[in-house]
């Protein structure tokens, strides 16, 4: 008689947590729409493609940048320095148009410059591209926002506009 309540009892905490996680499922399925805007494959301009040599900042004509960056877990990916030390933080010229692009080699990761209007979404074969005009001067900081793992938190870098 116990065996079957408890047998209840079980089968149905399992029910509940299958549809907690096809709930969950489906939630985070269609999270990313209100950002499906800013992603545009097309947007990558051809001589400032992923290549290693053009990771990071590239001034393509007077105050004008363009930013590619690759995120992966859990790095941003700006190129190296001079030093051949990867670089952690970029400095533009305030007034500036800047087209970030930005992709990731393995999972989803969010690219998020706190304080500015800069704010992506970025998913495995795809550019979330973003331009913008930064003109107020700061230190800000730019941080993962989509949960990607163990080392999440450690996802970031900074934007400096002088
Ligand atoms: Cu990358 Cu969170």
Redesign the pocket.
Known sequence: KYEKIWLSFGIASLVFFLLLLGYGAFYKGTHPQSHAETIDPNHVEANVSFQPEHLGLNKIAENRYVVNIV?S??NYDFGKDENGNPVKNIRIPKGSNVLFQVTTKD?V??FNAAGTNVNMIVEPGYVSSYETVLDKPGVYTIL??????LG?HM?YATLEVY
Do not use: K, L, R
């Open positions: 995120a877990t859990f999972v990761h969010g993962c926002n989509e949960y990607c793992g999440h996802m």
